[in-house]
């Protein structure tokens, strides 16, 4: 599918087939498309080519059967906020026409589900930002959804709330709820998702699973070092040099199957001096980078 | 056409939730307004007015500002507050993330904003009646004027708010729209003993005349074939405005 909107590409011949059971990530900096590739799966935006099938159905045709299936936790938290959890929950289940008494039940199992016991009749305007993300969630789980749509669940929140919502996000998977999420926090993605599609400028760059993405572009490890370009030049000129390298500013990062040999090779040429820097795991960050057309490749 | 009653409902119900959370500030002001033109124009302006066409001056102004209170019960509801949860709280999106359609939020809608039309119009009517402003039971036919006109102006201010994107316009809306309608439709003076032969067929392209003549001849037993044309303008513009709406509302809410 692409979406236009007037001149500007919002998402460009995006064509993904996403498996049930799964936790998807769309993983890209702001403006990649991801939230417009969302909407499009639930049909609040129309693609200006292609279509999107979800449970084998036509979106376009078919948007109420498709969401009354499926979640939805947009981007910015739409919330009643005169109004207390439980209310808007109340209010939320009935665009689902849930049968009053089972809406109820539903209700307070979210409610401590979701870590809302203590604030549950609070109006929402006084909640903190952590409260309000999950509750936020509590809304498009509402309908028992099989395909959940997470459109940045943990963006501005602290360390623990983020903890917290991967802790629950987790536990839907495994009772096999399919979910779909965004982000631009590589680690969500790899340490949340079974498979990743990598998003920049509406555009998808690569989609596979995080350790697959990793393994088949880039050697294993990276090591990462602040130096001038003279530095570089000094460091990588000898033949057998490792010829995958980033440049960001001042930053450097050096991709090589084992980053104790790249460590060696620079303190050699330091001459002892012992320079700060850090080695690691390849990760998915790095895939962006060098799938964005950033990484700088050195004939050897 | 995508609509389903029930889910129609499901969006009159939210809004019902929360105006019931803040009906103290919601409901008082807008019910006063009319009844403070009514104290203070027909009993202190009324006092240095002869009677007209037999009426006491307040006893001509009660059944046009009836469909003021319809018009401006309206007017709020789908201007301020519709523009909020369209634009700002983005209410219309997380609604579009469940099973409703644009067709069910903009039936909702109306059917909320005609609930605060027969709100104010209903309250109005009931206070006039109490101050024997309101001739029973003969004027209880003008009753069903306080839906027709709340819908024809929802319909009005639904189309307005689709199509702006800036809150500050509606100041433009009330001030050359609203305001000038209330006081040249004839609700506080006859237009037609004011206004230039050759300018009263401009005056009918009026929406708030034809509510306001039908409302007061009704309240006072002489209506004539006049009423056929102002039944027909707001049978006929008003489903024209709505469906305008519609189209407009399926544009908006599903980019
Ligand atoms: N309704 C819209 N009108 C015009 N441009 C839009 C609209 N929605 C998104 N865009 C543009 O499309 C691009 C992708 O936006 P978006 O899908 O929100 O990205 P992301 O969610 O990845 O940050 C951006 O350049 C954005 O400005
Ligand atoms: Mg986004």
């Known amino acids: ?300 | 056409m995508n609509l389903s009653l029930p889910y129609a409902w499901s969006v009159w119900r939210r809004n019902a939730t929360l105006y019931l959370r803040t009906w103290q500030w919601n409901l008082l002001p807008n019910f006063f307004e009319p009844v403070l033109y009514l104290t203070a124009i027909g009993i202190g302006l009324g006092a240095y007015v002869s009677r007209m066409d037999g009426q006491t001056y307040i006893e001509f102004l009660a059944p046009a500002l009836v469909c003021v209170a319809a018009m401006n019960g309206a007017s709020f509801e789908v201007t301020y507050n519709m523009f909020v949860r369209l634009n700002m709280r983005r209410t219309y999106d997380a609604m579009l993330t469940t099973p409703l359609s644009p067709d069910d939020v903009l039936a909702g809608e109306m059917l909320w904003a005609l609930t605060r039309v027969c709100l104010y119009g209903g309250g109005f009517f009931a206070v006039a009646a109490l101050f024997g402003l309101a001739p029973l039971p003969r004027s209880l036919a003008a009753v069903p004027l306080i839906p027709l006109t709340g819908l024809l102006f929802a319909a009005i201010g639904i189309v307005f708010t689709l199509h702006i994107v800036n809150i500050d316009l509606y100041s433009f809306y009330f001030t050359l729209f609203v305001t000038p309608l209330f006081l040249f439709s004839g609700v506080f003076f006859p237009l037609e003993e004011r206004l230039p032969a050759g300018w009263l067929w401009l005056a009918e392209a009026l929406p708030l005349l034809h509510p306001v003549r039908l409302a007061r001849a009704i309240f006072t037993g002489r209506l004539g074939w006049i009423a056929v044309w102002d039944l027909a303008y707001m049978a006929l513009v008003t489903p024209l405005l709505l469906g305008w709406a519609l189209r407009k509302a399926r544009r908006r809410l599903i980019a």
């Open chain 1, 1 to 300: 599918m692409s979406k236009y909107f007037g001149a500007r590409a919002a998402v460009v011949d995006l064509d993904l087939k996403i498996p049930a059971g799964l936790c998807f990530a769309m993983l890209g900096p702001n403006g990649a498309g991801k939230t417009t590739g969302l909407r499009m799966i639930y049909g609040a935006a129309r693609p200006s080519a292609g279509s999107v099938r979800v449970f084998g159905l036509d979106v376009a045709r078919n948007p109420r059967a498709v969401r009354a299936r499926l979640g939805v936790t947009l981007q910015e938290n739409v919330l009643i906020e005169e109004l207390s959890p439980v209310e808007n929950l109340r209010v939320f289940g009935r665009y689902h026409r849930l049968p009053e008494k089972r809406l109820g039940a539903r209700v307070e199992e979210l409610i401590d589900w979701l870590d809302l016991r203590s604030h549950a009749e609070v109006p929402v305007a006084a909640l903190s930002g952590g409260f309000q993300r999950r509750l936020a969630i509590a809304l498009s789980l509402v309908n028992r959804p099989e395909l959940l749509l997470l459109d940045e669940p943990t963006t501005g929140l602290d360390p623990a709330a983020r903890q917290l919502l991967w802790a629950r996000i987790r536990e839907l998977r495994a009772a096999g709820t399919s979910i779909v999420l965004t982000t631009h926090y590589m680690e969500e993605a790899e340490r949340l998702c079974d498979r990743v599609a990598i998003l920049a400028r509406g555009r998808c760059v690569c989609e596979g699973a995080p350790r697959e993405l990793i393994a088949e572009r880039l050697p294993r490890e990276a090591v990462e070092v602040d130096c001038s370009a003279q530095d570089e030049r000094r460091w990588f000129t000898a033949p057998g040099s490792p010829d995958r390298r980033i440049r960001t500013g001042e930053r450097l990062i050096v991709y090589a199957e084992r980053a104790a040999e790249v460590i060696e090779r620079i303190r050699r040429s330091d001459g002892g001096e012992l320079r700060p820097l850090v080695a690691r795991p390849t990760n998915l960050e790095d895939v962006f980078l060098d799938a964005t057309g950033t990484v700088l490749r050195e004939s050897g």
